[in-house]
Structure formats: C-alpha cells, structure tokens
C-alpha cells in the first residue's frame, strides 16, 4: 500500500471518529432533561411561579404535570403565595389549568389558585384565576426563582425578630395601648 493510501486511510478513519465524537456528543445533550423552570419559559411563562425548592417533576404529553418540592412553603410576591409539597395542573403555551397546590392569601383567607395566564404576544402583565375572580399583576415579580421560607410569618417582608420569626413585628402591630393609669393627668379648672 502506497504512502498515499495509507494517508487517505488515516484522515478517512479520523474523520469518521470525529463525527461519531460529535454525533455522540449531540446525543447526549439531547437527552438531558430540562429543568422544570426551563419547561415554564418553553411554554411562555416567568421560571419564577415556581420556588427553588422542586426536586422533581413529571410533564405528560397531553400537558399534565406534577412538580415535587422538599416541603410546604411560602413565598412573599405581591400577596403572600403557599405552595404545597405537590403541585399538579395542566400547562400549554401562555397558561397553567386545573392548578391544584398553590393558593394566595389575601386578607385573612386563602384561596386557592385555579389558573395562571400570561399574554401572548408576552406583555407586562400575568393573570390569576381564583375562583371566578381574575387578578392581574406584574409579571416582573415572577421572572426570578425565590426561596421558599417555612413559615408565613418569615415570608412576609416586614422581617421579624432575630430568629426571622416575625415576632418582633406582630408584637408592635398588637401592642395594646398603655394602660390610663400609667399616663400623667393634666389637671385643669
């Protein structure tokens, strides 16, 4: 075999390993599954809606899904939003349906959150269902994954006590009143 040959052969064979290298490399970035908050901007929502607490999440074909989280938890936007352990619905491109595992309060009740709709062409605005009620809010406070707290009361963004238990600030807003007796008098004829 010629030198020649031999040289053809070789640049051959290395260029079929540098594509079966490449081919193999595309293959496995194809296979790596995205994460929950790549699937929400994939399907036109803010990655946000969601805490950083997911540990995992199943998405079905016909748009059903269930997102996992470490534990129950609470994030302040607007209003004060509680997420359970497992949150299920429905997502197509601009919406989640038939939520169930995330409710706002608002006042003293809370209520839970059936729906969550974004415009399309995308605006600055996001929609929520609860009840028959629907709530439009700004959406940039949903563009940012948070961290989730345990408790309501360190969510909330008066802070607290030291211990971030919100104590502190409770205890001004239920303070009562000093009692008349303590307060001089002023005496007057």
């Known amino acids: 075999m010629s030198s020649n040959s031999k040289l053809k052969l070789f640049f051959f064979f290395s260029s079929f390993s540098l594509l079966s290298l490449s081919c193999s490399s595309q ?22 809606l969601l805490p950083d607490s997911v540990t995992s999440y199943t998405l079905s074909d016909d748009g059903k899904f269930v997102v996992n989280l470490k534990k129950a938890c609470y994030i302040q936007f607007d209003y004060l939003v509680y997420y359970e352990k497992k949150i299920t619905g429905k997502l197509s491109v601009g919406s989640i349906s038939n939520l169930k595992g995330i409710q706002v309060k608002r ?49 909330l963004p008066c802070g607290g006590g030291a211990d971030g238990s919100g104590r502190q600030s409770l205890k001004k807003i239920f303070q009562l009143p000093t009692p008349v007796d303590d307060i001089p008098m002023l005496i007057t004829e």
């Open 107 to 155: 006042f003293f009740l809370w209520f839970d959150v059936d729906k969550i709709k974004v415009d399309s062409p995308p605006s600055d605005s996001i929609y929520f269902t609860v009840g028959i009620i629907n709530k439009e809010l700004d959406v940039d406070q949903f563009l940012t994954v948070r961290s989730c707290k345990d408790k309501a009361l360190s969510a």
């Open 27 to 48: 293959l496995l970035s194809t296979n790596t599954t995205p994460t929950v908050y790549e699937i929400l901007e994939k399907f036109g929502l803010p990655s946000g």
